[in-house]
């Protein structure tokens, strides 16, 4: 196992915190679609969202295992967009300003964020395109020295809470595809920038996602992130880990269903006898356990390479594939072995079944991942 | 201000514990977690030296994976830990374990030793008693909040009819009780820089204490017996008259 006994111990922190402040206001949240800001700042002052980032910038200096142990423990909330939210503030809309940002931008947008004093959001996804990141229309075009923003972004999650959005657009001409995209810090408050619509969706319901739009939105020439036209690379640096800590969680949401369903298989009995007895449920559970550890074995083999700076695409794509798929198994399979209760909205597999769901979307969809996978490792 | 905060790993309250027939003592194979109880405990000595300056030290007396209890301890905040295993300390009873817990509180610069009000495992509730007793120093039970001035602590004790108000020069012993306050979590930086942190393992002839533990106990568990079942309760089919043999029933244990 890559934990030591200090990953253990940050293990334990996460876990009561979870059981403590958390997991009680899980259904309420989920009811309310929403759940307070409150979380971010009390989750800031444990440091749970600066964990392996820098001490300098107020991180706790943990490595990218810390990450991983956040990831897994949030998925015992009871509620994916809880867990979600943080994910996107800690390991998605924030590693570009550590990595490409200027000092004063890690001051005025990591630093707060690390706190939980600001709440971060990532633009990519916009209503007519999705996967195809370099096809983006939100344009910027050069204005009284600064950036003139126009367009919208769609499915921003944290987008009608976040005060600030790393954005993707346009900056070049359309025939320039990949090489003519630009990344820029926008706050909330800035004048033309508005949300739209709070979107409802299958799942994620206590996780907010809006339709956001940008209207003759002034920025300053240092509102640009990392360097001009070169967004499309930065944003794919930013995708590998989004995957990775997406397969992370993902799969240890699995294994918590997994085990609830287990439990009820041994104690839920029909014609005399646990469920979980015949043999064709217990094969199920078998095939099912056994996609699990071989998933979780591989994502910690390819988290260990990111861990030691590698950058493994293949990799993480397949992780990302592999997980994705494992998991719709089992949330499908977990909900057929709890029969009429797991349709109920009140089961957790019921949940399960509709947060999880996302994961073959989100951050690049399994067809997206099939063909990084076709180019990156078979040359095809 | 210097304060000692006396620690204990126990098997994790969530799990049922279970009593090894054998040696009369409670199994310890499973998981052990620093007792909730002391959490407070800790947390307790902790503001008070943020408030008065010192540093808290934690003393545990339990076999060498106390050790994860006593880093909890110094993940939170604590300055130094001490623990004290050794094999003939096995099974030890409340004045054993206060005798060596003075011990080792002795040679550690204090005003204040915070203790729970008991363990969560061996529930005798004396040993913050007995280490007043040893150290004859005031003990001061059941706090649920704690204020210190100058040399007076003063202490609201929590009792069956009411709140006591307590004051006692330093240095006292002092018993606080669940929820006196909230418990920090650990943060990745405190539990890494626990490893950092002074740790001191005497052994019981460190401590002067050759004719403690072992044989020299005092009391001895001689049988251990599993709690009766409870037994089943009467059901009462509805011929007619349920109702009435119901209230009847509870008139009878005068719940009505």
Redesign the interface.
Known sequence: MPFTAEHDALRETVRDFVSRELRPHADEWEEAEYFPDSVFRRMGELGLLGLRYPETYGGQGGDYWSAIVLAEEMTRCGSGGVGMAISVQTEMATPPILKFGTDEQKQRYLVPAIRGEKIASLGITEPDTGSDVASVRTRAVRHNGGWRINGSKLYITNGVRADYILLVARTGAKEDGAHGITLFLVDKETAGFAVSRKLKKLGMHASDTAELSFSDVDVPDSAVLGEVGQGFYHLMWELQGERLIGSAGTIAGAEVIFEETLAWCKDREAFGRPIGKFQVNRHKLVDLYTDISIAKSYVYAVAERWNNGEYPVAEISMAKLFVGQVTSRVADTCLQLHGGFGYMAEAHVSRYFRDSRLIRIGAGTDEVMKEIIAKTALGL | MNVVVCIKQVPDPNSPGQLDPSTHLLKRDGELVLDPGDEFGVEAGLQLVEKHGGQVTVVSMGPERGL?AV??AL?MGAAKGVLISDDSLRGSDALTTAKVLAAAIRKQDFDVVITATESTDGYTGVVPQMIAGLLDIPAVTFAKSVSVEGDKLTAQRQTETGIEVVEATLPVVLSVTAGVNEPR?????G??GA?QKPLDRPGPADLNLEDVGGASTGQRITAIDSAPERAAGEIIKDEGEAAKRIVDFLADKKVI
């Open positions: 994860d880093r909890k993940a979590y650990p943060s990745l930086k539990i890494m490893k």
